[in-house]
């Protein structure tokens, strides 16, 4: 059974905008922290941005402040990312990932992992 499914990746031109959902299960629901993490060709996995399930404090990593907003619906076992004005250098696959240590938004400290999503920005 897939623990996390990703959805909402595309191809998208510099300065436009997608919405990537996340699904998650009752695997994690025990794990405090929901994050997206991205992975470009030849680069290591980098945190994207994070949150707390219980409350909602966010993290971001600089790259993508004021640009990318992470959410989540309890109700309906969903994280999202909202990206906006996105960049060339945006073009990766996003994982969504369940952890208990998320701020430091470190791919060591999550569990579980999404089969990812593709986004690429054409510039």
């Known amino acids: 059974a897939q623990v996390l499914v990703e959805s909402g990746g595309g191809s998208v031109q510099a300065g436009g905008s997608l919405r990537l959902s996340c699904a998650t299960s009752?695997?994690?629901?025990?794990?405090?922290?929901l994050a997206w993490f991205r992975q470009a060709p030849g680069k290591e996995r980098e945190g994207v941005a994070a949150i707390s399930v219980g409350t909602g404090d966010t993290y971001y990593a600089d790259s993508v402040k004021g640009r990318f907003t992470i959410s989540r619906d309890n109700s309906q076992n969903t994280v999202y990312l909202q990206m906006n004005d996105l960049k060339a250098e945006d073009t990766a696959m996003y994982y969504c990932?369940?952890?208990?240590?998320?701020?430091?938004?470190?791919?060591?400290?999550?569990?579980?992992w999404g089969q990812g999503t593709q986004v690429t920005v054409s510039s």
């Open positions: 990932a369940a952890g208990n240590k998320g701020y430091l938004l470190r791919s060591t400290d999550f569990r579980y």
């Open positions: 009752e695997y994690t629901y025990n794990y405090n922290y």
